[in-house]
């Protein structure tokens, strides 16, 4: 009999009371027969963990102790992970329907890449229904980071023996570790990637590293820091104008109907 390839989800958390559950009903919907599911909590103390425990049945570990930050939570989840793939599902986060995983799973199967990644929406605070963005994405092409392309990190699933190849999230950078990451994987060391054209994850507006100005520049300039170390041709000018023209397609750009409220 066919053994189905066992999928390990990490989500981080901190004081996420307000809507972790929401990310905890989409892991255990599910079609997926073997899924690892492990949270890394840098020790709540709004309620959030009495919400994990409801779900306990379904919840592989949890860790629940101090960290140094997402990056390093989400590092300790990947260390944990037993899976043959790995996937990082935000605390307010969600899949876009019960079959993500079993897809992710199929695509793996069909096509036996290092990693792959899909389209992600962001949607109001409060309401999942009205979207503000699409992030559209496209197979990847080296050189697609110095032109401000990134997969949307929450669609990105790897094989677990690709960390363990090339490494965790670098915690040097105080934001863009995700971007570094892929980077590294993609561009440096030229991983088989595959992009599945459908969203994967739906997402609420207001990530760490999208709240402030502020924020996004040095998040860009860690990200230009970062291709540098890694030896990624890249033109500053070049990076700012094509993520710019990227950002705003996915305000323009909508959906079809089917692809985001498919069940």
């Known amino acids: 009999m066919h053994k189905p390839l066992k999928v390990s989800i990490v989500t981080v958390c901190y004081n996420s009371a307000k809507t972790i559950e929401d990310t905890l009903r ?10 690892e599911y492990i949270i890394v909590d840098g020790g709540s103390t709004d309620g959030t963990l009495d919400l994990i425990a409801k779900y306990k049945d379904k919840i592989s570990l949890v860790i629940s102790e101090p960290d140094k930050g997402i990056y390093d939570a989400m590092n300790k989840g990947i260390l944990r992970s037993t899976g043959d793939i790995v996937g990082l599902l935000n605390a307010d986060d969600v899949y876009a329907n019960a079959q993500i995983l079993s897809t992710v799973a199929k695509t793996f199967e069909d096509f036996n890449p290092d990693a792959c990644h899909g389209d992600l929406i962001y949607f109001s605070h409060d309401n999942p ?32 023996e690709i960390y363990t190849r090339y490494g965790l999230f670098d915690l040097s950078y105080s934001m863009g570790n995700d971007v570094e990451l892929m980077m590294r994987f993609m561009e440096k060391h030229q991983i088989k990637s595959h992009y599945l054209a459908q969203i994967l994850v739906k997402m609420r507006l207001g990530g760490v590293s999208n709240r402030q100005f502020k924020n996004i520049w040095l998040q860009n300039k860690n990200i230009l820091f970062a291709a540098r170390q890694l030896n990624v041709p890249i033109s500053t000018a070049k990076f700012v104008l094509y993520k710019l023209l990227n950002r705003l397609t996915q305000f323009i750009r909508k959906p079809e109907r089917g692809s985001f409220y498919a069940k």
Do not use: L, M, N
């Open 26 to 35: 989409s892991i255990v919907e599910q079609d997926h027969p073997s899924i």
């Open 129 to 160: 229904d009205k979207i503000y963005r699409y992030w559209q994405s496209c197979d990847f092409v080296p050189g697609a980071f110095a032109k401000g392309w990134t997969p949307a990190h929450p669609t990105f699933f790897v094989k677990r």
